[in-house]
C-alpha cells in the first residue's frame, strides 16, 4: 500500500532542508514552511542554485517552530544562528559577504518561492525512485541523490518510478490523488535543472550525469508512464496543486496515498 514515507521542507530556497513528521498544507496547495524565503539580488534575481553554484558549500540547519537558522559558512570556524524574522538583516549581511554582493531575503508566508507558481503544490516522488536513480551513478548514495532531487514528499511501498502513475498522457488533464485526507492534482512531470548534476556538498558537477540519467531514464520507463509526456527525459518527480475538493489541511507520516476516479 503507497505510503508518505518522508517530508522534506526547504524554508529557504536552494538551501538545506529539514525533515519533518507532519506538515500543514496552505490554501495555496503549498507546504507551510516550503521555500518560504528566497534570496534577491540587488537586480532582483533570485539567487540559487541554478544561477550560483557556490550556494552549495552552505550547511544549514532550521529550528522551524523556533525561527532560527543555523548557518555554516565554509570559511568559518562554527555556525551562527539567525532568527529569521528580528534578525533577518544580519543574515542578509552575512550572506552578502560569503556571496560578493549584496542581498536580500524575500518572504512569502502564503506559497512561498516554487519554481513553477502553476503548481505550488509539494513535489512528489517515490523512495524506491530515489534508489533506482541514485543506483545509475557509482559512488553516489541515495541520501545525496535525494539532496540532488529536492522533493517534498516521498512515497513507501511502491515500485521505482510509481510516481509517473500521477500525471494524465494529456497536458490538459490531471491526475487526482490523495495523501490521507489530502486531496491533490498531479499535474506533470517535473523537468530538472542542473542542479542535479553536482554534488550537494562540493558543487562539482559531472560532466556525463545528465546523458547519463537521460538515456537511463528513457530505457526504464514504466508501462504505465505517459510517455507523451515527455518531450525529453531529463524529468523526474510529479508537481502538483491542491484540489479545490480538499478541505483537510494536514499530512502525516504514515499517511495512505491513493489515486481517485
Known amino acids: 500500500m503507497p505510503y508518505l514515507a518522508k517530508i522534506v521542507l526547504y524554508p529557504i530556497k536552494s538551501l538545506d532542508g529539514v525533515e519533518v513528521e507532519n506538515v500543514r498544507v496552505l ?3 503549498a507546504l ?3 521555500r518560504e524565503f528566497a534570496i534577491f539580488d540587488q537586480g532582483g534575481n533570485v539567487v540559487n542554485a ?3 553554484a557556490k550556494i552549495h558549500l552552505l550547511r544549514t540547519e532550521f529550528a522551524l517552530l523556533q525561527r532560527t537558522i543555523s548557518l555554516q559558512i565554509p570559511s568559518n570556524d562554527s555556525p551562527e544562528i539567525f532568527h529569521l524574522d528580528r ?3 544580519s543574515l542578509e549581511a552575512t550572506l552578502s559577504d560569503f556571496f560578493g554582493f549584496a542581498v536580500t531575503l524575500a518572504q512569502n508566508s502564503q506559497m512561498g518561492f516554487p519554481d513553477d507558481r502553476n503548481c505550488p503544490g509539494p513535489t512528489v516522488i517515490s523512495t524506491a525512485t530515489l534508489t533506482a536513480v541514485a543506483s545509475w551513478f557509482p559512488g553516489v548514495s541515495v541520501e545525496q541523490m535525494r539532496r ?7 512515497i513507501g511501498g511502491v515500485p521505482a518510478f510509481w510516481e509517473d ?4 498522457p494529456q497536458s490538459d488533464e490531471t491526475v487526482s490523488f490523495r495523501i490521507g485526507d489530502v ?3 498531479g499535474i506533470q512531470p517535473c523537468s530538472r535543472c542542473i542542479v542535479p548534476t553536482r554534488d550537494p556538498d562540493s558543487s562539482k558537477a559531472d560532466s556525463n550525469f545528465q546523458k547519463i540519467f537521460v538515456q537511463q531514464r528513457q530505457a526504464t520507463l514504466p508501462d504505465w508512464a505517459a510517455s507523451s509526456r515527455f518531450n525529453h527525459f531529463y524529468r523526474l518527480s510529479v508537481n502538483t496543486r491542491l484540489s479545490t475538493a480538499s478541505v483537510a489541511r494536514t499530512l502525516q507520516i504514515g499517511n495512505e496515498i491513493a489515486t481517485l476516479t
Do not use: T
Not at 540532488?148 to 516521498?154: L, Q, V, W, Y
Not at 502513475?165 to 494524465?168: G, M
Open 27 to 29: 490554501p495555496s496547495g
Open 32 to 34: 507551510e514552511y516550503d
Open 50 to 52: 541554478k544561477r550560483h
Open 87 to 89: 534578525e533577518r538583516q
Open 148 to 154: 540532488r532531487i529536492r522533493a517534498n514528499i516521498e
Open 165 to 168: 502513475r500521477l500525471f494524465s
Open 183 to 185: 486531496c491533490f492534482l
